[in-house]
């Protein structure tokens, strides 16, 4: 999976809540652009169902994951 | 209880009366070697020789059951065999039959045993006598009907309408196999039917497929709804469209019977029933939520006739009515620890004009365990925006009417058609 393609799926959740706003930029913190828990649960969810199966990750590395970077490199790895 | 012979029975072209019915039963009974003292359980995909063998195992005050083939799974027959059941398959027209004999189980005579799935989907099975199965008998005298048979052969709804046919005068029934619901109404045309007995699913299925100027030809007298919880926007719909049929709407379960019967075309009862035990011969109440049923036709084995039932379906006080809005077990999702109600969703969205039906489940999903998600088929007014635009415009409406952030869906799946389970009803899944 595609880094372009975690960013347009966490856009298109942020648009859909209504939180939309310009494109996202790497460094920008989830506290910035108000993606909460649901939003990351629900990104997680439309990756597993783009790939056909379960993300693996670790909850511990979650508590690391501040920007939308850190989104990005988490799901890639979790979808590896 | 006397049959009532003379009254009319309709399926597939051949039309003719409820007293010719037992002797096409006990002829193909007979072919397989069964007889008035064995416990059948009759298995048939014939809709004539469902309804020719429950009125022909009244006639010989025999014990049986009567299951739709669709319905014969392996486990429904090793139940009824293990209950001492012995299996009558019959085939189309009663050209075949035959019999897979069990041993045990006595006969006791005029029992009959109802299937259900219950709330754990394990089939399981409920003993009433014709007695106990003829709740209708109670809500009057109806005036004469010919009435459309939509449920599935075997179930409890499915002898309701048998009962009322076999025991009240004038009582007409229109069978065809059982297939999907336009076919059903289809079928029906050709012999003509003015009263159908139906879940409401089986309406909005049936609104979604027919134009309502084709539906409106049929000069319907009533219309009965149950099985489900019954919702406003369809009983406004069914009375604009037949505004001289009575619109009846009943609250009735396999264990304790038809409990509550409503004609003035409101959703809910009223709630002081709840506090005076209600007009019917049942009596009913409120309980943590959930409503009781005291009932003169409970199932066998379910307790002394003076015992409160807890149905665990939920009742909810609006103003003066009380609403029955689906069973308690099947309404809470559980999203990272917060509960959010699948019926109070629904009841937001169903307020949207671009949907047409929706069902709300939990998706089972990482890190909170559970997202709320939703199934909508769209009405004419949500075909002409994209999915994605319809998408936002729900989750906006969501919010704006209220819901917090953990009940509004995140996943919507559109449907071309509203799906339904065998028995014509909406099934609750869960992620």
């Known amino acids: 999976m595609e880094r372009s393609a975690v960013v347009e799926v966490m856009q298109s959740i942020l648009e859909r809540q209504g939180k939309g706003g310009p494109d996202l930029h790497d460094s920008a ?52 | 209880m006397k049959l009532q012979t003379a009254n009319r029975f309709s399926c597939e072209g051949q039309e003719g009366s409820l007293g010719d019915l037992p002797a096409l039963f006990a002829a193909a009974a007979h072919r397989a070697g069964a007889g008035a003292s064995d416990r059948l359980a009759v298995i048939s995909d014939d809709p004539r020789m469902l309804v020719a063998s429950a009125v022909g195992l009244h006639a010989w005050s025999a014990d049986g059951a009567i299951v739709a ?57 409920l003993t009433h006598t014709w007695e106990s199965l003829a709740t209708l008998r109670a809500a009057g ?40 619901p336009e076919e059903i109404w289809d079928n029906g045309l050709a012999a003509g039917f003015d009263a159908v007995s139906s879940t409401p699913t089986f309406w909005r299925y049936l609104l979604a497929l027919r134009r309502a100027a084709d539906l409106v030809r049929v ?8 099985g489900e919880p ?23 379960a396999a264990e304790v019977g038809a409990a509550i019967v409503v004609h003035d075309g409101r959703e809910g009862f009223p709630r002081g029933w ?97 997202l709320v998600a939703a199934d909508v088929v769209l009405a004419e007014a949500g075909r002409s925006v994209t999915r994605e635009e319809a998408e936002r415009e729900l989750t906006a409406f969501c919010v704006a009417h209220g819901l917090p ?23 609750r899944l869960h992620g």
């Open chain 2, 405 to 427: 952030e953990w009940m509004v869906p995140r996943l919507w799946t559109f449907l071309d058609r509203v799906p339904v389970s065998p028995a014509f009803k909406v099934e």
């Open chain 1, 29 to 80: 913190t989830l506290r910035e652009i108000a993606f909460r828990s649901l939003d990351f649960s629900e990104l997680c969810l439309r990756v597993e169902q783009k790939i056909g199966r379960e993300l693996n990750f670790d909850a511990s590395t979650l508590r690391n994951i501040d920007t939308v970077k850190d989104v990005c490199d988490f799901i890639l790895q979790a979808a590896s």
């Open chain 2, 141 to 180: 005298t109806l005036p004469p009907h010919r009435w459309l048979l939509t449920y599935l052969p075997g179930t409890y709804a499915w002898f309701q309408m048998l009962t009322l046919s076999m025991f009240g005068a004038e009582q007409a029934l229109v069978a065809s196999p059982h297939c999907s």
């Open chain 2, 69 to 125: 083939a669709t319905a014969a799974s392996p486990a429904v027959r090793s139940l009824l065999l293990e209950r001492g059941y012995s299996l009558l398959e019959i085939g189309p027209s009663g050209e075949w039959a035959r019999l897979q004999r069990t041993s045990g189980g006595g006969a006791q005579g005029g029992r009959i045993a109802l299937l259900t799935s219950g709330t754990t989907g394990t089939p399981k099975l």
């Open chain 2, 230 to 252: 019954v919702r406003q926007d369809l009983l406004d719909r069914l009375r604009s469209l037949f505004p001289a049929a009575r619109l009846t709407h009943i609250y009735a």
């Open chain 2, 274 to 370: 709840l506090a005076d035990g209600g007009p019917g011969r049942c009596r009913i109440r409120e309980a943590g939520g959930i409503l009781e049923v005291q009932s003169p036709y409970a199932a066998e084995g379910t307790g002394s006739k003076d015992l409160w039932h807890s149905t665990g379906d939920r009742v909810e006080i609006r103003g003066n009515r009380a609403v029955i809005t689906g069973r308690a077990a099947d309404d809470v999702l559980n999203v990272g620890g917060r509960k959010a109600s699948a019926v109070a969703i629904e009841e937001v969205l169903r307020a949207n004009p671009l949907l047409s039906w929706c069902r709300v489940r939990g998706a089972r999903a990482p890190l909170v365990g559970t």
């Open chain 2, 219 to 226: 000069p319907l007298a009533q219309i009965t709804l149950g």
